[in-house]
């Protein structure tokens, strides 16, 4: 069924059912996967994928395109990412890898954060900051240990002058981070490794927050304002000078409270076909959003790992299990040697003890495991259908 695209001044109405699935689309989760874009083209889709330091399968930035590509070699997956002058890393959703192709889009940051000048609390001398980039310019990309060190001390916040110096001169987009060694960031100046056509590209803020802006809404399928914002991180002034000029349409979903925008495109055919059956990363950008989540899918998930674990309810590094376009329960893994343990899983209902199944059995091959063990389970009676389904 085509949804027709509304006037200007009316919201097309929308179920909840199809702002899920319009979601699920819009996000590579449903429907065959474009895997002749590979990872790249996932990456160029979301328009962010967040980095973070935990490892428990493996980063999130792997998890994410595994989630939508299906067991694609974690190698593949580094390599597509950094040193091919693809990507860069910036402040989005929260600290992302970005396609190259959105350096130009955050302008509008970039001078931001000139303007703040000092920022995170930090000062630093401009000898240090000249320093730092007459070093790169001279010997080329350097990590900040290349430097000259990234603490003063042990302590994981007492940065060193010359990493807050660098640190500075990537927010500011004199420097670029475009690849990791060992998860070490490489530094570099900008000028040398953007490309020139983007590099050269001085957008206005307005321009920039509107495209960002359709970004968001064409990454999303269907949101809410604070969805909007939330994508990377805009402020409501920002996001209500934008919208006018996104070319995002007005909607309105049964049950959501908030008024509602989606991508056009998103609106062009129903959603349909194959759901993934897969685990989310915490960080995964179809859930990073908690209201967004506990709105489509009816699913309160917390990040517990900052959490003290005599408080934890689901586990350190719960990830949703996704399976029929619905998140149907949690897994929180671990790795002992060549045995993926689920140190905890519940599920909402009996019936998706095979979706977990699958869910466990590729999630271990994809890691390199040859056997799962499963130890908390809220249901203790789905474990025999559980062990012969895993067997």
């Known amino acids: 069924m085509s949804l027709p695209s509304p006037a200007p001044a009316s919201a097309l109405p929308l179920s909840a059912d199809q702002a899920r699935r319009i979601a699920l689309r819009a996000q590579g989760l449903l429907g065959a996967p474009d895997r002749r874009g590979g990872v790249r083209q996932v990456l160029r889709h979301l328009g962010a994928v967040q980095l973070d330091t935990i490892s428990v399968l493996a980063r999130s930035h792997e998890l994410v395109p595994y989630a939508r590509l299906g067991a694609v070699g974690r190698k593949t997956v580094e390599q597509a990412y950094w ?132 970004q968001a809404g064409a990454a999303l399928g269907v949101a809410t304002r604070a969805d909007l914002m939330d994508y990377h991180r805009l402020k409501g002034a920002q996001l209500d000078a934008a919208l006018p000029g996104s070319g995002l349409l007005p909607v309105a979903v049964e049950g959501w409270s908030a008024p509602a925008w989606a991508d056009p495109a998103a609106l062009e055919s129903e959603p349909r076909g194959r759901h993934r059956t897969t685990l989310l990363s915490p960080f995964d950008s179809l859930v990073w959003d908690r209201a967004r989540t506990e709105r489509i899918f009816g699913m309160t998930h917390r990040l517990e790992a900052y959490t003290p674990k005599h408080k934890r309810v689901h586990g350190y590094f719960a990830m949703p299990l996704l399976a029929g376009g619905q998140l149907v329960g949690r897994v929180d893994p671990a790795r002992e040697g060549r045995t993926l343990v689920a140190r905890q899983v519940s599920l909402h209902a009996p019936r998706h003890v095979e979706a977990l199944a699958e869910a466990l059995r590729e999630a271990a091959a994809w890691v390199g495991c040859d056997s799962v063990r499963v130890e908390a389970l809220d249901d203790e009676s789905l474990r025999p259908a559980l062990a012969k389904l895993l067997a």
């Open 83 to 214: 040193g091919h002058g693809t990507t860069f890393e910036y402040w989005s959703h929260a600290a992302c890898i970005l396609p190259v192709e959105e350096w130009p889009l955050f302008a509008f940051r970039r001078r931001a954060y000139r303007a703040k000048g000092n920022l995170w609390g930090h000062q630093v001398s401009p000898e240090a900051y000249r320093e730092v980039i007459a070093r790169l310019g001279a010997e080329g990309p350097l990590t900040s240990t290349e430097l000259g060190g990234a603490k003063k001390t042990a302590e994981w916040w007492d940065w060193s002058d010359t990493k807050i110096a660098v640190e500075r001169a990537l927010a500011f987009g004199d420097v670029v981070c475009a690849e990791r060694r060992g998860w070490k960031r490489v530094y570099a100046l900008a000028e040398q490794t953007v490309p020139a056509e983007l590099f050269g590209q001085e957008l206005s803020d307005a321009e920039c927050l509107e495209r960002l802006v359709a």
